[in-house]
C-alpha cells in the first residue's frame, strides 16, 4: 500500500480530553499565582476586584510608584504616633492612626490601653520594595516612658491648649506632651519596627498596610 493511501496518524493530545481543562490562576492581591500556587517572579501586578464597579472607580493616582522618600517621611510619621499614647487621653491614639491604615480595625493595635509613652526623633533605615506600589520601610524611633506621679484621682485632667492651626498643617499627633506634672520621664530608648505602606484604591494616598509580607508566597 501506498503511503498516500495511508489514514493519518493524529497525534496523542497534550491534555486528556475527559477532564477539565486547568483554569487561569487568579491575582491574589498583587502578584499572579503559578500552576504550583506560587507566585510568578518578576510579574507585580494591582489588585483585581470582584465588581466591575470597583475598579472603575479605583483612582489612577493609586497605581502611580511610591518614591522613597515618600515612604521613608509617611513611615516616619507612622512609627512616631504608634509608639505614642496616653492613658489619660485614650482614644487619642485611635483617632490619629485610623487615617493612616488600610485597615482601620488595626488602630488599637500595639497598645494595651494603659501607661504613657512618647515617641519622637524617627530615623528610616532599609528599604524593601516588593513593587512599585509596596514598600517596607524599617524605621527607629526614640520612645521615652513615663510613670505615673501621682493618683489619676487627685488631679484632674487639665482642659486642652488652643492653639492656631500652623501652614500646611497633615493631621493631629498621638504624641503626648513631653512635660505633664502627673508623669514622670523614665530613660529614653531606641526601637525598630517595619512599615508596611501601599497606597489606598480610592484615592491613592498612602497607607500602611499590616496584613502586608514582604513574601507574597508566605
Known amino acids: 500500500m501506498r503511503a498516500l493511501d495511508r489514514e493519518p496518524e493524529l497525534a496523542a493530545p497534550q491534555v486528556p480530553l475527559n477532564v477539565a481543562l486547568p483554569q487561569q490562576p487568579p491575582l491574589n492581591g498583587r502578584r499572579r ?74 488602630c488599637t493595635w500595639g497598645w494595651s490601653g494603659e501607661g504613657r509613652q512618647r515617641a519622637d526623633s524617627p530615623q528610616p533605615n532599609r528599604i524593601y520594595r516588593r513593587s512599585d506600589v509596596v514598600v517596607f520601610v524599617e524605621v527607629i524611633v526614640r520612645i521615652t516612658p513615663y510613670a505615673r506621679a501621682c493618683s489619676s484621682s487627685s488631679q484632674s485632667v487639665p482642659d486642652p491648649v488652643e492653639t492656631v492651626e500652623p501652614p500646611g498643617l497633615l493631621g493631629p499627633s498621638s504624641a503626648p506632651p513631653g512635660a505633664d506634672p502627673r508623669w514622670v520621664a523614665g530613660g529614653s530608648s531606641w526601637v525598630r519596627m517595619t512599615v508596611p505602606i501601599t497606597r489606598a484604591p480610592d484615592d491613592g494616598r498612602l497607607v500602611v498596610d499590616p496584613h502586608l509580607v514582604p513574601d507574597p508566597s508566605a
Open 33 to 106: 499565582v503559578g500552576p504550583a500556587g506560587r507566585p510568578e517572579p518578576g510579574r507585580a501586578s494591582v489588585t483585581r476586584y470582584a465588581a466591575a464597579e470597583d475598579s472603575f472607580s479605583r483612582s489612577v493616582r493609586s497605581l502611580e510608584p511610591i518614591s522613597d522618600l515618600e515612604a521613608t517621611a509617611f513611615a516616619g510619621r507612622f512609627a512616631a504616633d504608634f509608639q505614642s499614647y496616653d492613658e489619660d487621653q485614650p482614644t487619642r491614639r485611635a483617632e490619629v492612626l485610623r487615617p493612616l491604615l488600610a485597615d482601620p480595625q488595626a
